[in-house]
């Protein structure tokens, strides 16, 4: 029975992926960034799957005292994490960066980018002392080189987030530590919505777009934790929405009419 902690799992990707290692019998540390949060994530998924397994702890990915305490909560209910998640991130609204604020800019690198790299710092100390472990980083738009106007910052941390996960996989060769990459691909969620004005031209042009490749939350989590669970060696990447996978929807989109945005207030 694995211990997984997943940053950011009081909504969204998150909450989906705690909910799907809780049904495959895991012990899941659930953090978001207030405490009322997390309460009411770990009162609600307690009540489903039993309070001896789930735990959390509010937690800023932004700070590393914080980030520290979670791994230091997470040992001390389960006694080792087998699986850390770097899941939390943010977008900010979609405009050329020189429009943005800067206090939008540095909130975004500080939680994409220096979050990612303090949270994969903390993990892999305490995996290197216990023996063992696998840390998962999450792809997004930018990983691969892609490139859209008004995605500068945002992209920017996505693609450092890539070079990052290639120098810790060298940096863990011939140990007993992973270091894996998760890529959930386009899914329905507040993050993905909250940085277009749905009121705006832009935005019903990319919802015909999302329409044809993305996907739910409950669709898209149960296969990714089946991928993680699975995944024996360092360098593993578990993704969702593959290049084929695209061409595929893309080619029925004529005949497979879908809306994932059916049952969002203004989307």
Known sequence: MKT??????????????????????????????TDTQVEQ?????????????????????????????????SVSQFKQVDIWINNA????????????????????VNTNLGGVVVASHIALRGMTEQGHGQLWNMEGFGSNDATQPG???????????????????????????????????????????GDYDTSSPEWTKAKKIFNILGDKVETVTPWLVDGILAANKSGSKVAWLTGGKAFKRFLTAGFNKRDLFADIKDA
């Open 151 to 193: 995605m500068a910052a945002y992209g920017a941390t996505k693609r450092a987030v890539t070079y990052l996960n290639k120098s810790l996989q060298k940096e863990v060769k011939n140990t007993q530590l992973q270091v894996n990459t998760l890529s959930p691909g386009i899914v329905v969620t507040d993050l993905l919505i």
């Open 4 to 33: 997984v902690v997943i940053t950011g799992s009081t909504r969204g990707i998150g909450k989906g992926l705690a909910e799907n290692f809780l049904n495959k019998g895991c012990k899941v540390v659930i953090t978001g960034r």
């Open 89 to 108: 991130g943010m977008s900010i609204k979609r405009m050329p960066l020189a429009q943005q604020s800067s206090a939008d800019l540095q909130a975004i």
């Open 41 to 73: 994530v770990v009162n609600e998924l307690s009540q489903r799957y039993g309070n001896d397994n789930v735990t959390g702890i509010a937690s800023d990915v932004t700070n590393a005292e914080s980030l520290q305490a979670l791994w230091d909560h």
